[in-house]
């Protein structure tokens, strides 16, 4: 148990709903990462929020979108969903915003009909 | 920009053989590099990271891996695989030239047969 959560682990819905993927970090970590993992992408960076700012961003969408709250916690926001938005999306955390090793949370695995 | 390769998408081993998984990073300085574990249906585990120093890193689970400068290389090593070693593994590097976040390999598929 790396200490990461994610919520829920499953959804399932259909082409152009919104979702919203939960996280909360490990104690004591203060920045939060989201990756996308997909059979023809692999494991893609998504964005890094460090201590509520926005700190990196990697491939994602302008349908995609993400915010850490003042407890830590971070919300991925995924809407008009496409089939091929059908992913496993890790969040992960480390202490502080410098490189350093990321502890991933289970993961939600997103299907999209 | 940074860029992972993990050459063998598939290994497969006996139990009790010695493992080594191949990761050739593409970077002009020194990178932080990482080895993660993924069981079927699981996160990702680190396994071990190199950040400078020896070059020679342990890690969890009896793994090691060894950074090779002049190969652009960080294999993984076990001596022995258990069949509870039967997962995929991913070599990861990170930089703060490009915003601290980790780039992934596409993998390497262990099997274990007994």
């Known amino acids: 148990d790396s200490g990461v959560t994610q919520t829920p682990k499953h959804l399932i819905t259909a082409t152009g709903q919104r979702v919203t993927l939960r996280c909360s970090p490990r104690?004591?970590?203060?920045?939060v990462y989201w990756y996308q993992q997909s059979l023809d992408q692999g494991l893609q960076f998504l964005i890094q929020?460090?201590?509520?700012?926005?700190?990196a961003k990697g491939n994602i969408l302008e349908r995609f979108s993400a915010q850490q709250f003042p407890d830590l916690h971070s919300e991925l926001n995924l809407s008009s969903l496409e089939l091929g938005d059908s992913a496993l999306y890790f969040c992960?955390?480390?202490?502080?915003?410098?490189?350093?090793?990321?502890?991933f949370g289970p993961g939600t695995r997103l299907t999209v009909l | 920009a940074q860029s992972v390769t993990q050459p063998d998408i598939h290994i497969t081993v006996s139990e009790g053989a010695s493992l080594e998984l191949r990761c050739n990073y593409s970077?002009?300085?020194?990178?932080?590099l990482f080895w993660y574990v993924q069981s079927p249906g699981q996160g990702l585990q680190l396994l071990l990271k190199?950040?400078?120093?020896?070059?020679l890193v342990q890690g969890i689970k009896g793994f090691e891996a060894e950074f090779k400068r002049s190969q652009s290389s960080f294999n993984l090593r076990k001596p022995s695989v258990h069949w509870s070693d039967a997962a995929e593994y991913f070599c990861?590097?990170?930089?703060?030239?490009?915003?601290?976040?980790?780039?992934f390999g596409a993998g390497t598929i262990l099997r274990v047969k007994s």
């Open positions: 992960a955390s480390s202490v502080d915003s410098r490189v350093n090793e990321q502890f």
């Open positions: 190199y950040f400078s120093g020896d070059t």
């Open positions: 990861a590097v990170g930089a703060k030239e490009y915003g601290n976040k980790l780039v």
């Open positions: 970077y002009g300085a020194t990178p932080y």
């Open positions: 104690s004591g970590d203060l920045s």
């Open positions: 929020y460090y201590n509520g700012e926005e700190r």
